[in-house]
């Protein structure tokens, strides 16, 4: 059992937070799981082929992301803003002070054991080889999460919404007790059920900063690094019905303005696929589905996602209103 005391000022710092970081390391380690998951089995069986094409199954993130809970911290910056890009994380993630980078591999060294032959070397040598950890982790985000952020997104913020319209109406107390059953208010301490270290203030940084989470699973992750908040990563609401594919009712409203082509594009576009795959789903020739595609990339409908020598095209967020709008 861990209590995170709370003064007048730290409840003046709550903040919530979406982050693309944050979704990483779950989400990895979702991938080289053996066990179906019940929710994210879709997307796994979409992305996984891609990320072993593309050898990030060996190399940091593998080594990074091992078997034990723990995570080393500096992959998981303190969002500096409400919704960081993410290249404004894999930036951060870039930039971390040399001495925190080892403190955190001798960190998970005790968990596991040892590093592998990769992380030793970037215990040598750290601003040597965050770039190369940056890297990878740019490549990752642009096959396994990019090619879905509209998506999952959208389930993090709807989580933010619900929760700051209940400290609106009801008050802190009962934001914190409503946001996982091991976690309780009472008597100006926050309380985390199932905490192997307690976690006094004096050794945290001042407020909280709390962030919904698609892939952390049915717990709760934290970060204690001072003089950063605490941050406390939960499951957002919504997750069940993530991958639920919903047929697009509106098509034949959207027909008559952007054009039969188009439009069976953006409907066929509930998975992120490529122009090939496009191609043979709706029987259109590759040359007419790359031409639709590049209009609806220019009106802000589809974005692009390169993944090893294909590309990716899935819908954005612009997208999926204009469509739901339709079906309405």
């Known amino acids: 059992m861990a209590e995170l005391a709370f003064s007048a000022n730290d409840l003046a710092r709550v903040r919530f937070a979406v982050s693309p970081m944050w979704e990483v390391?779950?989400?990895?380690?979702?991938?080289?799981?053996?066990?179906?998951?019940?929710?994210?089995?879709p997307w796994v069986e979409q992305v996984r082929p891609r990320v072993v094409a593309a050898g990030l199954d060996r190399g940091w993130l593998a080594e990074l992301v091992g078997p034990s809970a723990y995570v080393p911290d500096f992959l998981n910056p303190a969002p500096a803003g409400p919704a960081p890009t993410a290249a404004d994380e894999w930036n951060a993630v870039a930039a971390t002070p040399v001495e925190r980078?080892?403190?955190?591999?001798?960190?998970?060294?005790?968990?596991?054991?040892?590093?592998?032959?990769?992380?030793?070397?970037?215990?040598a040598d750290p601003a040597a080889r965050l770039p190369k950890v940056a890297h990878e982790l740019e490549t990752y985000w642009e096959v396994a999460l990019a090619p879905y952020w509209a998506r999952i997104r959208a389930v993090l913020d709807a989580d933010v919404f619900h929760r700051a319209r209940t400290l609106a109406e009801y008050g802190s107390?009962?934001?914190?007790?409503?946001?996982?059953?091991?976690?309780?208010?009472?008597?100006?301490?926050?309380?985390?059920?199932r905490r192997k270290r307690g976690t006094p203030r004096r050794s945290a940084g001042a407020g909280l900063l709390l962030i919904p989470s698609a892939f952390t699973g049915p717990g709760l992750r934290t970060r204690v690094r001072p003089p950063d908040p605490p941050q406390l990563a939960y499951p957002a609401r919504g997750v069940g019905a993530l991958w639920e594919t919903r047929p697009?009712?509106?098509?034949?409203?959207?027909?008559?303005?952007?054009?039969?082509?188009?439009?069976?594009?953006?409907?066929?576009?509930?998975?992120?696929?490529?122009?090939?795959?496009?191609?043979?789903?709706?029987?259109?020739?590759?040359?007419?589905?790359?031409?639709?595609?590049?209009a609806l990339r220019d009106a802000g409908l589809v974005s692009a996602h390169r993944a090893g020598r294909s590309v990716l095209y899935a819908r954005t967020a612009a997208a999926r209103a204009l469509l739901e709008a339709a079906s309405a």
């Open 248 to 294: 697009a009712t509106g098509a034949g409203a959207l027909t008559a303005v952007l054009g039969r082509s188009r439009t069976l594009l953006l409907t066929e576009l509930g998975s992120p696929a490529s122009t090939t795959e496009l191609a043979r789903r709706t029987g259109l020739s590759p040359a007419g589905v790359s031409r639709c595609l590049t």
């Open 25 to 41: 390391a779950p989400s990895f380690r979702l991938l080289t799981s053996k066990t179906p998951h019940p929710v994210h089995r």
């Open 173 to 193: 107390g009962r934001l914190f007790d409503d946001l996982h059953t091991s976690v309780s208010w009472d008597d100006n301490a926050l309380t985390l059920g």
């Open 101 to 123: 980078v080892r403190r955190d591999l001798d960190h998970l060294a005790r968990h596991q054991g040892r590093l592998g032959p990769r992380l030793s070397d970037l215990h």
